[in-house]
């Protein structure tokens, strides 16, 4: 026994959209007692609308797309050149305890110190304006809030959460380069060429098990986890929940 | 101290017998939680269709802050009669007011006995609200 919390450690690259969303709604409702920390990219990459956006706000962009709709909240991201990560655990943990804010504070610190190391000065937007806002836009990275984060003056991470029966998944969208539906956001490449999915999450691993004390177990989702995510993709990319709004 | 003419859950929400109906709504620190005082933070609430009948502790709708969308769940069993169409509308009355104002749904139960093992006074609630933040 080391003495430091134990937690899962989920890598599915290359997910097929719809099962993306599904395996996050069965961490969502896991009965595994650990918190779980997944890394995932999208294949093929997709557009994710957020739970409550209207469908007809996405339109145009979404012609030429794979598209789901996300059981979070917030706006439409591109999920091409980017890392995604889910964080699920009970509401009263350490991560997520108190007001809503003070959780993303908590898990931006971490991803922002992890970002230092390969050489991005990430901050907390805070009052400050930034370049990539878009008024008329209904993507994530164009609409910002105090507690995004943010580099060379523009949003680099898109974050949402959904809360449940005591639990809490936190979606993370941490853009590597920029897509041409997200004109004008910040990307890690731009500062750390060649920066690839697993390596960032390698490093992202390094710093959640260094600040939170934790160790993690790399594993694959369990039987439960596997029958609902595949049960549950067929819904994530059909028509009636994309266009519910 | 909250108010005590009603019952309390775990997961925020208060339910109180008013005539023949219960009245549901989400407390002030279900709020602050969502919203850390912001009140134009709360951007949509999802209702039930009246008529529609729900299982104690099942979703009954869904309320989405800037930054978390969180599941509003029955405190009781009943079915759907009223909802208060003002909140979805103008949802800085939950912060004003989430005890009168800011009720969310009402519901025909199917007991009237507010005694269900997970509900909880307002004393209670304030204990677990307490161990809760530690």
């Not at chain 1, 990459?45 to 996405?58: D, N, P, V």
């Not at chain 1, 949402?160 to 897509?179: F, P, T």
């Not at chain 2, 979703?59 to 930054?67: A, C, H, L, P, W």
Request: charged share 30%; aromatic share 8%; proline share 5%.
């Amino acid at each position: 026994m080391t003495g430091r919390e134990p937690w899962r450690l989920l890598l599915t690259w290359d997910g097929e959209p719809g099962w993306n969303m599904g395996l996050d709604e069965a961490l969502l409702a896991s009965l595994d007692p650990r918190p779980t920390l997944r890394f995932y990219t999208w294949k093929p990459h997709a557009l994710s609308l957020g739970y409550f956006q209207r469908f007809a706000e996405l339109e145009p962009l979404a012609r030429d797309c794979v598209l789901v709709r996300r059981f979070s909240g917030g706006g439409a991201i591109h999920h091409a050149d980017e890392l995604t990560l889910s964080i699920a655990a009970p509401a009263e943990h350490a991560l997520f305890r108190g007001e809503v804010r003070r959780s993303y504070e908590r898990i931006h610190g971490l991803l922002a110190r992890t970002f230092a190391d390969v050489g991005v000065r990430a901050t907390l937007r805070g009052a400050s304006a930034v370049r990539s806002d878009r008024a008329e836009s209904g993507m994530c990275f164009h609409r910002s809030t105090p507690l995004d984060l943010v580099w060379d003056e523009r949003k680099g991470v898109g974050s949402a959460q959904r809360r449940r029966a005591g639990r809490v998944l936190h979606h993370g969208s941490i853009k590597l380069a920029a897509s041409a539906l997200e004109s004008g956001v910040s990307a890690l490449r731009t500062h750390a060429p060649g920066l690839e999915p697993v390596a960032l999450a390698r490093a992202l691993r390094a710093t959640f098990e260094r600040e939170l004390e934790l160790e993690f177990t790399r594993e694959e989702p369990g039987p439960a986890e596997q029958e609902l995510a595949a049960r549950r993709a067929p819904f994530y990319r059909s028509e009636e929940f994309v266009r519910r709004r | 101290m909250r108010p005590n003419d009603r019952k309390y859950t775990k997961t925020h929400e208060w339910v109180k017998l008013v005539g023949e109906d219960v009245v549901v709504g989400i407390t002030d620190f279900a709020v602050q939680e969502l919203c850390s005082g912001n009140e134009g933070d709360l951007v949509y609430c999802d209702l039930p269709e009246p008529g529609r009948s729900i299982e104690a502790g099942e979703t009954f709708g869904e309320i989405e802050s800037v930054k978390a969308v969180a599941d509003l769940n029955a405190p009781v069993a009943g079915t759907v009669s009223e909802i208060n169409v003002n909140v979805e509308e103008h949802l800085e009355i939950l912060s004003r007011d989430p005890w009168n104002q800011g009720w969310l749904v009402k519901l025909q139960p199917r007991s009237k006995a507010l005694d269900g093992a997970e509900l909880m006074d307002a004393a209670a609630y304030e204990a677990f609200i307490t161990a809760s933040k530690h």
